[in-house]
């Protein structure tokens, strides 16, 4: 019975199971983020890499000229 009894107090996986999601809540928060951000962050790229160039930014037709 004694083995048993330790069997059932033994803690020992239940810190790894808590970091395990843990670390999955923070994943499923950054996948949301980049998937909802994604087209902004994109969008700002691209009037970035046009004012480097010289160019100027149309965000209506999302282009460089």
Not at 49 to 61: E, L, Q, R
């Amino acid at each position: 019975m004694s083995v048993l009894n330790k069997f059932l107090k033994n803690e020992d996986g239940a810190t790894a199971i808590e970091y395990a999601l843990i670390a999955a809540g923070i994943a499923i928060v950054i996948i949301a983020a980049v998937g909802t951000l994604g087209g902004n962050i994109a969008g700002t790229f691209a009037e970035v890499a046009c004012a480097v160039s010289g160019g100027t930014f149309d965000a209506a037709a999302g282009t460089c000229s």
